[in-house]
């Protein structure tokens, strides 16, 4: 019996020296034999599909950077705009009483009372007009200028030889502009 025993014994060594090595070798080399070439292959595609990702996710960056840019640029221009034409509709609003206030110094009178007063009217008016000019309003010169139709609006024509046609003969309403957009028109009489 003690032969037997030896004998198991050693089978027994032999059977776990034998899948010792088989288990470092198949640590060592994977069951399935893998080709280096496709492994490559297939890494480099990735690395591709990953630049160009990148490359897409760039551009898109940049474009709505760019979008987002000029945005804040015209966002910026109108409110420019509007701070320098804010006051348009009210000076349209004044207007009215600049003429009304023009007609009362073109009165003629020859009484202490009526000079005096026409004196205070007459500096309200260049007052007014001070500190309008002061916020942008022009007077749109007309006299013995071209006729422009994108200043002037021609209400009559008159034939003066002394003159070249298309000049402005007489103005009969005053035109004003804020800054360079046309409030109103003036008002004029041109040459034939």
């Known amino acids: 019996m003690s032969e037997k025993h030896e004998e198991t014994k050693l089978d027994e060594t032999n059977n ?30 990735e690395l591709t599909e990953l ?12 474009r709505l950077y760019a979008e987002f840019e000029n945005y804040k640029k015209r966002t910026r221009a109108e409110l420019d705009t509007e701070r320098a034409y804010r006051a348009q509709s009210v000076l349209r609003d004044i207007l009215p009483a600049i003429d009304n206030i023009e007609r009362a110094l073109a009165q003629k009178g020859e009484s202490d009372e009526f000079k005096s007063l026409h004196k205070g009217v007459e500096m309200v008016y260049e007052s007014l007009l001070n500190s309008l000019k002061e916020n942008g309003l022009e007077v749109i010169e007309a006299q013995d200028k071209p006729f422009d139709p994108n200043l002037h609006q021609a209400v009559m024509q008159e034939s003066d030889d002394t003159k070249e046609s298309g000049i402005v003969l007489e103005e009969l309403q005053k035109g004003y502009k804020l800054k360079e957009r046309v409030l109103r028109a003036s008002m004029v009489k041109v040459n034939e």
């Open 51 to 62: 630049k160009n990702a990148k490359e897409a996710a760039e551009e898109k960056y940049l």
């Open 16 to 45: 776990e020296d034998t899948s010792v090595e088989q288990d470092v070798t198949e640590e060592i080399a994977p069951e399935a034999p893998v080709d280096s070439d496709e492994t490559v292959d297939e890494s480099v595609d």
